[in-house]
């Protein structure tokens, strides 16, 4: 497991850290026994979803063919086509389109504000963005495409173990509780997917953006949010307290302040479309209310999306 | 104190506070409810945003209401409301509650109490201290003083431990104690009297006026106590007299009587004339109860006055009885004694003893049987006795005929006169009808009473006065005489059957009640003796036991004037001789307390009725208190989050709660059935002949048993005239066992002991005409028979008839009848062949000649034993299906034998046994 791997790397020269890991190994294990409904519910979304390994257009290495060219001094001999060269008088060499699984990124936001749910029917907007954030991984995977958690610190896989790592490290909920993620040298071509409630001013929003598009990465934005956080139901006297640290506001009567907060949202929601349409991104909103299949097809359909460069 | 219709406040100036409500309504309007607390992500988006409108959140219209309710309501229940008010306590000195608890306050005490109380809560209310002046002395026999000023916590603590007493109110001593009393200010007095007047009350009201104002409560004039005085003995009549205070109206009268163990013996109702202050009541019992009346007292009233107890003055004819002859134990029928006895013994209650031990104690007639002559101080004990009352009866004997004294009513001749015998002419005489001054005029003679000997009188003149029972010659039988206050009466022949047969006949019986219907009693020498105290009257009039305060009476003191607080009401003496000492002796009239002194305010005991309602508006608005917080919850959200799953918890937990109670209140309503039981238990076993088997407890062994008695009652019916019903299994310990003829018992080594009470049961059985047929069944262990065999079930039957009525056993002899009752058997195989079976040795008339107990080892149980389908359960050893016929044929001779007794044996049927033996 790579878990086990990381640690043996980790650890070496240091005994004293191996209880800790130990420890660790086993909370994330038990962390594992969760694994299944995320992974059954992500599979079951996702089975709803066509893929597929999509090609580049352009030679190399793949399954489907490209074109076929004159044999030239420095080929291998086994890339000719003898049928077509005794066709003919020259000999020639087939080539194959150039497939190659992408690199997606994936992030979500783990900061105590996604833990809001209004109703207790309803998942907090943490639990629906790991959902979206696992099936989407499922998808990938399975569309030949290697994924990995922006922050984690490990490379980008596709093979089986990869939907367990990447599940467990989810659920051990080591990483960092930002709102926004950290921007870390990530490669060229990739893609990078980030899911959260995405309240944060959007001057900051837009720094991270800029900094993540400047690398030449392509990104998508998905917003979750709960009904209330839309609707804003309460009525009468009501003080409202912040999930972070906030102080508390006093509001006398909501139901006068409903439309200009609304207003607001709106507001604060057409400047990320804004924002994401300038960097080439794209955007989507979701609502936790809402069955999670219909994000999941907006975003993937955005991943699949071939670029125009 | 401000009244409004029937409510009243105590502490009027709180309700000033009532102007502060509005401004209350006004401040709890203005202030805008707590807000509501919400966690909310997205508040960065809310902040500063520019309400439309300005109006803040305000409390709701009802809830603003309830509160200022509750406001109101705290500011009514301070200022102390009061329910239908009573006036209040004039004076301003302290209150002084003089309270007559003599035996007349017994009637209705707790009425008394109430009323202490109800006083004590005003005194408490309007901050006046108490006085507390009880009338009677108290147990110490001191005098009736004024307690020292108290507080009403203290007043209370002592008039709950006031108690009536069962003697007179000392208000003379009353008067004397409150001369040299001092209060401040002007007092005012509350009197709580009995309502029976005496020589003080003027006195005691004048001085009582001079203190301050003056209340007195007493009963209405319907319910003053009555008096019922010591009864007089009419004949066998009790007659009581109840005299009554106030005269006007004709009430009626219950008067019991009642035995010691509280058995109610005689019970007469009777009223009061309109004007009449006594009235006589008759209570008529037979002679037997009415020396068992100990107390007698007037239905409904529990004062001391209204309880009489009896002692032996009223109750009592004993009679004691002295014989000159020492009783021969083991010939009864021959001593004098044994006939007086029986004569006697159910009317009066007869002693025995030398002539001083009788006259120390009560008598009424002392009956002296062929004694001769009395010694120096026995004639003149007796001679005492009689003039002071008593009868004495002799009877003429041997002794008598020899030697006489001077304790008979006439002459005698030495010698007797013996009619008819050998050598007279004479024959035996007969009685001549009595004459009519007699006392035995009017009882019937029987004609066989005779007379063989007798005693004769010297004539005189006066002899024919002094006859009370002639012969048919005229010679007198029974001549009395009367000495001062007493009678002498002789009897001329003896009290045993020897000179004649009068003793014999129910003449005797007769003439002896008459005799001590004569008798009044006469109370033993009581000038030595010191009566301690058994039993004393409370105030209430019940019998308890003497507290520590009660001191013995000196015999030469016992007079109704001893009656005080050292000497109450009550049984003084030793149990067997008791004195009772009656308050109705000392207290004999009672008079209605009439005519105060002007200014005396006057009053009833009834309930004051005035409640206060502090408590129920502190209540109302603390429930009040209580719903408000809740909604205040709940509009703040506080309740809203866990609504649903509390909803559903409590459904469940009620649904148990319910659930539970209805399955115990199923299970306590099951009733044990037990006397059903028994009832089926006998008419089941009563209709029809069954065959019983003791239940052992060993499961198989009973199931075996009892396919075997279907079996062998299947074969009974098949192949005789007898019909029995099957088998039927019998608890030795609670099932009746005369239903049975016979009663199969296998014993096995696991049957628990008997109880006593089952040994009881079985010796009954045995004794009045069953069969137990013991069955050791352990044949197989070699034991040749049953009783001297070691076997197992051989040493549990041993242990088993231990207790029992067992007769004397011995081997079934080769001409038994049950060889030959229905077939004709030489042995009696069962389950295991050979072996002996033990019947009773002697057979002899004696439950015709059936025996009681067959004892054997040979399983026949197993062999008779057959499933369902009639096929047999056991093998027979060795002889298998033969040996199994003969086993049947065994049971069917046990059955007959037991049924049909021994009519087999008879001679009759030997010449027809002989020719089927083939000789």
């Given at each position: 497991m790579a878990r086990d791997s990381f640690s043996k790397r980790d650890l070496a020269g240091k005994p004293d850290l191996a209880a800790t890991a130990l420890r660790a190994q086993h909370r994330s294990e038990a962390l594992a026994s969760r694994l299944p409904p995320l992974l059954v519910a992500a599979e079951r979304v996702a089975a709803t979803v066509a893929q597929g390994v999509h090609g580049r257009r352009r030679v190399g290495?793949?399954?489907?063919?490209?074109?076929?060219?004159?044999?030239?001094?420095?080929?291998?001999?086994?890339?000719?086509?003898?049928?077509?060269?005794?066709?003919?008088?020259?000999?020639?060499?087939?080539?194959?389109?150039?497939?190659?699984?992408?690199?997606?990124?994936?992030?979500?936001?783990?900061?105590?504000?996604?833990?809001?749910?209004?109703?207790q029917g309803l998942p907090t907007k943490k639990e629906r963005a790991e959902l979206l954030l696992m099936a989407l991984a499922v998808l990938l995977v399975r569309g030949g495409e290697r994924v990995a958690l922006l922050g984690s610190g490990l490379p980008p896989s596709g093979n089986k173990v990869t939907l367990n790592r990447l599940a467990m490290r989810i659920l051990e909920d080591t990483l960092p509780k930002d709102g926004l993620p950290r921007v870390e040298p990530l490669p060229r071509h990739a893609q990078v997917v980030l899911i959260g409630d995405l309240l944060s001013p959007l001057p900051d929003i837009h720094k991270t953006v800029a900094a993540l598009s400047g690398r030449g990465l392509r990104g998508h934005l998905v917003q979750v949010l709960d009904p209330a956080e839309e609707t804003l139901p309460f009525d009468g006297r009501v003080e409202f307290e912040g999930m972070e640290g906030e102080d508390e506001l006093l509001i006398p009567r909501v139901e006068a302040v409903r439309q200009a907060y609304m207003e607001r949202l709106e507001a604060h929601r057409d400047g990320l479309a804004a924002l994401a349409r300038a960097a080439g991104w794209s955007f989507v909103t979701h609502r936790t209310d809402r069955p999670p299949q219909t994000a999941l097809l907006a975003l993937y359909g955005a991943i699949a999306q071939e670029p125009t460069s | 104190?401000?009244?409004?219709?029937?409510?009243?406040?105590?502490?009027?100036?709180?309700?000033?506070?009532?102007?502060?409500?509005?401004?209350?309504?006004?401040?709890?309007?203005?202030?805008?409810?707590?807000?509501?607390?919400?966690?909310?992500?997205?508040?960065?988006?809310?902040?500063?945003?520019?309400?439309?409108?300005?109006?803040?959140?305000?409390?709701?219209?009802?809830?603003?209401?309830?509160?200022?309710?509750?406001?109101?309501?705290?500011?009514?229940?301070?200022?102390?409301?009061?329910?239908?008010?009573?006036?209040?306590?004039?004076?301003?000195?302290?209150?002084?509650?003089?309270?007559?608890?003599?035996?007349?306050?017994?009637?209705?005490?707790?009425?008394?109490?109430?009323?202490?109380?109800?006083?004590?809560?005003q005194a408490e209310r309007n901050n006046r201290d108490l006085i507390v002046l009880a009338t009677a002395p108290d147990a110490a026999g001191e005098k009736p003083r004024p307690s020292n000023l108290m507080r009403p916590a203290d007043a209370r603590r002592m008039t709950q431990s006031l108690a009536p007493m069962p003697w007179p109110t000392d208000r003379a001593a009353v008067v004397d104690a409150l001369r040299g009393l001092q209060v401040q200010g002007s007092a005012h007095t509350v009197w709580l009297s009995d309502g029976l007047s005496d020589a003080a009350v003027q006195p005691l009201a004048a001085r009582l006026q001079q203190m301050g104002g003056v209340e007195v409560l007493m009963d209405g004039a319907d319910r003053l106590p009555n008096l019922l005085l010591p009864p007089a003995t009419e004949g066998a009549d009790l007659v009581a007299t109840v005299k009554r205070a106030d005269t006007t109206l004709p009430t009626p009268v219950t008067v019991r009587a009642v035995a010691a163990d509280g058995r109610l013996l005689a019970r007469q109702t009777a009223a009061f004339a309109p004007g009449a202050d006594s009235l006589e009541v008759r209570l008529a019992m037979p002679i037997e109860l009415r020396n068992e009346v100990i107390r007698m007292s007037i239905e409904g009233e529990q004062t001391a006055g209204a309880t009489?107890?009896?002692?032996?003055?009223?109750?009592?004819?004993?009679?004691?009885?002295?014989?000159?002859?020492?009783?021969?134990?083991?010939?009864?029928?021959?001593?004098?004694?044994?006939?007086?006895?029986?004569?006697?013994?159910?009317?009066?209650?007869?002693?025995?003893?030398?002539?001083?031990?009788?006259?120390?104690?009560?008598?009424?007639?002392?009956?002296?049987?062929?004694?001769?002559?009395?010694?120096?101080?026995?004639?003149?004990?007796?001679?005492?006795?009689?003039?002071?009352?008593?009868?004495?009866?002799?009877?003429?004997?041997?002794?008598?005929?020899?030697?006489?004294?001077?304790?008979?009513?006439?002459?005698?001749?030495?010698?007797?006169?013996?009619?008819?015998?050998?050598?007279?002419?004479?024959?035996?005489?007969?009685?001549?009808?009595?004459?009519?001054?007699?006392?035995?005029?009017?009882?019937?003679?029987?004609?066989?009473?005779?007379?063989?000997?007798?005693?004769?009188?010297?004539?005189?003149?006066?002899?024919?006065?002094?006859?009370?029972?002639?012969?048919?010659?005229?010679?007198?039988?029974?001549?009395?005489?009367?000495?001062?206050?007493?009678?002498?009466?002789?009897?001329h022949t003896t009290a045993n059957p020897d000179w004649s047969n009068l003793a014999l006949s129910g003449l005797f019986v007769?003439?002896?009640?008459?005799?001590?219907?004569?008798?009044e009693g006469v109370s033993g020498d009581m000038q030595a003796t010191t009566f301690a105290p058994i039993e004393v009257l409370d105030g209430r009039g019940q019998l308890v036991p003497p507290p520590a305060t009660v001191f013995p009476i000196p015999g030469n003191a016992f007079r109704s004037d001893t009656l005080g607080p050292r000497h109450p009401p009550g049984f003084y003496g030793t149990e067997e001789a008791r004195r009772a000492l009656n308050l109705t002796s000392l207290v004999t009239k009672v008079e209605p307390l009439r005519r105060l002194p002007a200014g005396v305010a006057q009053g009833t005991y009834a309930a004051r009725g005035e409640v206060d309602l502090k408590?129920?508006?502190?209540?109302?608005?603390?429930?009040?208190?209580?719903?408000?917080?809740?909604?205040?919850?709940?509009?703040?959200?506080?309740?809203?989050?866990?609504?649903?799953?509390?909803?559903?918890?409590?459904?469940?937990?009620?649904?148990?709660?319910?659930g539970l109670l209805l399955a115990v209140g199923c299970v306590a309503a099951w009733p044990g059935s037990a006397h059903a039981n028994s009832d089926d238990f006998a008419l089941k076993a009563s209709g029809?002949?069954?065959?019983?088997?003791?239940?052992?407890?060993?499961?198989?062994?009973?199931?075996?048993?009892?396919?075997?008695?279907?079996?062998?009652?299947?074969?009974?019916?098949?192949?005789?005239?007898?019909?029995?019903?099957?088998?039927?299994?019998?608890?030795?310990?609670?099932?009746?066992?005369?239903?049975f003829p016979l009663i199969y018992w296998a014993i096995?080594?696991?049957?628990?002991?008997?109880?006593?009470?089952?040994?009881?049961?079985?010796?009954?059985?045995?004794?009045?005409?069953g069969t137990i047929l013991f069955d050791t069944r352990d044949r197989q262990f070699g034991a040749g028979s049953a009783l001297t065999g070691g076997g197992p079930g051989s040493q549990r039957l041993r242990r088993l008839v231990d207790g029992l009525d067992v007769p004397a056993l011995a081997p079934v002899p080769p001409e038994h009848v049950l060889?030959?009752?229905?077939?004709?058997?030489?042995?009696?195989?069962?389950?295991?062949?050979?072996?002996?079976?033990?019947?009773?040795?002697?057979?002899?008339?004696?439950?015709?000649?059936?025996?009681?107990?067959?004892?054997?080892?040979?399983?026949?149980?197993?062999?008779?034993?057959?499933?369902?389908?009639?096929?047999?359960r056991n093998a027979v050893v060795p002889g298998g299906e033969r040996q199994r016929e003969m086993a049947y044929r065994f049971g069917v001779n046990l059955v007959m034998y037991a049924l049909t007794g021994n009519y087999k044996a008879d001679q009759v049927h030997v010449p027809a046994i002989l020719e089927r033996l083939g000789q």
């Amino acid at each position: 497991m790579a878990r086990d791997s990381f640690s043996k790397r980790d650890l070496a020269g240091k005994p004293d850290l191996a209880a800790t890991a130990l420890r660790a190994q086993h909370r994330s294990e038990a962390l594992a026994s969760r694994l299944p409904p995320l992974l059954v519910a992500a599979e079951r979304v996702a089975a709803t979803v066509a893929q597929g390994v999509h090609g580049r257009r352009r030679v190399g290495t793949g399954e489907t063919f490209w074109q076929y060219r004159r044999y030239e001094i420095g080929d291998s001999a086994t890339m000719i086509d003898w049928r077509q060269s005794g066709k003919t008088q020259p000999v020639f060499v087939r080539e194959n389109e150039w497939e190659a699984a992408q690199s997606v990124w994936l992030w979500h936001d783990s900061s105590s504000s996604m833990g809001y749910r209004s109703v207790q029917g309803l998942p907090t907007k943490k639990e629906r963005a790991e959902l979206l954030l696992m099936a989407l991984a499922v998808l990938l995977v399975r569309g030949g495409e290697r994924v990995a958690l922006l922050g984690s610190g490990l490379p980008p896989s596709g093979n089986k173990v990869t939907l367990n790592r990447l599940a467990m490290r989810i659920l051990e909920d080591t990483l960092p509780k930002d709102g926004l993620p950290r921007v870390e040298p990530l490669p060229r071509h990739a893609q990078v997917v980030l899911i959260g409630d995405l309240l944060s001013p959007l001057p900051d929003i837009h720094k991270t953006v800029a900094a993540l598009s400047g690398r030449g990465l392509r990104g998508h934005l998905v917003q979750v949010l709960d009904p209330a956080e839309e609707t804003l139901p309460f009525d009468g006297r009501v003080e409202f307290e912040g999930m972070e640290g906030e102080d508390e506001l006093l509001i006398p009567r909501v139901e006068a302040v409903r439309q200009a907060y609304m207003e607001r949202l709106e507001a604060h929601r057409d400047g990320l479309a804004a924002l994401a349409r300038a960097a080439g991104w794209s955007f989507v909103t979701h609502r936790t209310d809402r069955p999670p299949q219909t994000a999941l097809l907006a975003l993937y359909g955005a991943i699949a999306q071939e670029p125009t460069s | 104190m401000l009244g409004l219709g029937p409510i009243a406040f105590a502490v009027p100036w709180i309700l000033g506070a009532l102007i502060v409500l509005p401004i209350l309504w006004w401040l709890l309007r203005l202030t805008p409810p707590s807000p509501r607390i919400v966690q909310f992500p997205a508040i960065r988006l809310l902040r500063d945003l520019v309400a439309r409108e300005e109006t803040p959140a305000r409390t709701p219209l009802w809830l603003l209401i309830m509160r200022t309710v509750l406001a109101a309501l705290v500011i009514l229940a301070l200022a102390q409301p009061l329910l239908n008010p009573r006036a209040g306590l004039p004076g301003s000195g302290p209150i002084v509650m003089v309270v007559d608890n003599g035996w007349g306050a017994g009637r209705d005490w707790p009425a008394r109490q109430r009323t202490m109380a109800d006083l004590i809560d005003q005194a408490e209310r309007n901050n006046r201290d108490l006085i507390v002046l009880a009338t009677a002395p108290d147990a110490a026999g001191e005098k009736p003083r004024p307690s020292n000023l108290m507080r009403p916590a203290d007043a209370r603590r002592m008039t709950q431990s006031l108690a009536p007493m069962p003697w007179p109110t000392d208000r003379a001593a009353v008067v004397d104690a409150l001369r040299g009393l001092q209060v401040q200010g002007s007092a005012h007095t509350v009197w709580l009297s009995d309502g029976l007047s005496d020589a003080a009350v003027q006195p005691l009201a004048a001085r009582l006026q001079q203190m301050g104002g003056v209340e007195v409560l007493m009963d209405g004039a319907d319910r003053l106590p009555n008096l019922l005085l010591p009864p007089a003995t009419e004949g066998a009549d009790l007659v009581a007299t109840v005299k009554r205070a106030d005269t006007t109206l004709p009430t009626p009268v219950t008067v019991r009587a009642v035995a010691a163990d509280g058995r109610l013996l005689a019970r007469q109702t009777a009223a009061f004339a309109p004007g009449a202050d006594s009235l006589e009541v008759r209570l008529a019992m037979p002679i037997e109860l009415r020396n068992e009346v100990i107390r007698m007292s007037i239905e409904g009233e529990q004062t001391a006055g209204a309880t009489v107890l009896l002692d032996e003055r009223w109750r009592r004819r004993p009679v004691g009885l002295v014989s000159g002859r020492p009783e021969g134990e083991n010939q009864p029928l021959l001593s004098d004694l044994y006939y007086l006895e029986r004569a006697l013994s159910p009317f009066s209650e007869i002693r025995r003893g030398s002539v001083l031990d009788l006259m120390s104690r009560d008598l009424s007639v002392l009956i002296l049987a062929d004694i001769g002559a009395l010694t120096d101080t026995e004639a003149a004990a007796v001679e005492n006795w009689v003039e002071r009352g008593g009868v004495l009866v002799r009877f003429a004997g041997p002794r008598l005929a020899q030697h006489t004294d001077h304790l008979v009513p006439v002459r005698l001749r030495l010698g007797d006169r013996t009619l008819g015998g050998a050598l007279s002419w004479s024959e035996p005489a007969k009685l001549a009808p009595f004459p009519p001054s007699s006392p035995f005029a009017g009882t019937h003679i029987p004609p066989d009473v005779v007379v063989d000997r007798q005693v004769l009188a010297e004539p005189s003149i006066d002899l024919p006065d002094k006859t009370w029972a002639r012969l048919a010659d005229g010679t007198p039988l029974v001549t009395a005489e009367n000495r001062e206050e007493g009678k002498i009466v002789l009897v001329h022949t003896t009290a045993n059957p020897d000179w004649s047969n009068l003793a014999l006949s129910g003449l005797f019986v007769d003439m002896l009640r008459r005799i001590t219907a004569l008798s009044e009693g006469v109370s033993g020498d009581m000038q030595a003796t010191t009566f301690a105290p058994i039993e004393v009257l409370d105030g209430r009039g019940q019998l308890v036991p003497p507290p520590a305060t009660v001191f013995p009476i000196p015999g030469n003191a016992f007079r109704s004037d001893t009656l005080g607080p050292r000497h109450p009401p009550g049984f003084y003496g030793t149990e067997e001789a008791r004195r009772a000492l009656n308050l109705t002796s000392l207290v004999t009239k009672v008079e209605p307390l009439r005519r105060l002194p002007a200014g005396v305010a006057q009053g009833t005991y009834a309930a004051r009725g005035e409640v206060d309602l502090k408590p129920l508006l502190l209540g109302l608005a603390m429930a009040l208190a209580i719903v408000d917080l809740f909604v205040a919850m709940l509009l703040r959200g506080l309740l809203g989050n866990v609504r649903i799953g509390r909803g559903r918890r409590a459904a469940t937990t009620a649904a148990t709660a319910a659930g539970l109670l209805l399955a115990v209140g199923c299970v306590a309503a099951w009733p044990g059935s037990a006397h059903a039981n028994s009832d089926d238990f006998a008419l089941k076993a009563s209709g029809e002949t069954y065959l019983a088997y003791v239940v052992t407890g060993d499961r198989a062994l009973d199931d075996t048993t009892r396919a075997g008695l279907e079996g062998l009652s299947e074969v009974l019916n098949r192949r005789t005239a007898v019909e029995t019903a099957g088998a039927m299994a019998v608890d030795l310990e609670s099932d009746e066992l005369a239903f049975f003829p016979l009663i199969y018992w296998a014993i096995s080594p696991s049957q628990p002991d008997l109880s006593d009470a089952a040994r009881v049961r079985l010796n009954d059985f045995l004794r009045n005409g069953g069969t137990i047929l013991f069955d050791t069944r352990d044949r197989q262990f070699g034991a040749g028979s049953a009783l001297t065999g070691g076997g197992p079930g051989s040493q549990r039957l041993r242990r088993l008839v231990d207790g029992l009525d067992v007769p004397a056993l011995a081997p079934v002899p080769p001409e038994h009848v049950l060889t030959k009752a229905f077939y004709l058997l030489q042995d009696f195989p069962g389950r295991y062949g050979g072996g002996d079976v033990w019947v009773e040795a002697q057979e002899g008339r004696h439950n015709d000649g059936v025996s009681s107990v067959i004892i054997g080892a040979a399983d026949w149980a197993g062999a008779w034993a057959v499933d369902e389908s009639g096929r047999p359960r056991n093998a027979v050893v060795p002889g298998g299906e033969r040996q199994r016929e003969m086993a049947y044929r065994f049971g069917v001779n046990l059955v007959m034998y037991a049924l049909t007794g021994n009519y087999k044996a008879d001679q009759v049927h030997v010449p027809a046994i002989l020719e089927r033996l083939g000789q």
